[in-house]
């Protein structure tokens, strides 16, 4: 069984930055692509990022140029660089992990584990 923690999660100014980092622990990888979603209130869960084990990247178009996610493999740990906050980014941040390849990483049918979320809170 894999676990994954998110943490980093809290109130921020916009405009301000914050990192986030999942660990991963257990027996196994955390997968082959580690990505982070985000569920904001009201709204339904969205794709945020992706990395897959070789350093692929994926991001959705509203946080590219602004968001980096980034992987330390040795550490099983994924992190996600969140430059120029915007209050629309203001979200639960979820970490997952998939081990499928070449598949459509912003699905999230596609991910096998999923941490508890932490919560990421830009303010005016």
Known sequence: QVQLVESGGGLV?????RRLSCAASGR???????????????????????ITWTGNTYYTDSVKGRFTISRDNAKNTVYLQMNSLK????????????????VDYTEESWYAYWGQGTQVTVSS
């Open 87 to 102: 209050p629309e980014d203001t979200a639960v941040y979820y970490c997952a992990g998939s081990f499928h390849l070449g």
């Open 13 to 17: 100014q916009a405009g301000g930055s």
């Open 28 to 50: 196994t990888s955390s997968g082959y692509a580690m990505g982070w979603f985000r569920q904001a209130p009201g709204k339904e869960r969205e794709f945020v990022a992706t």
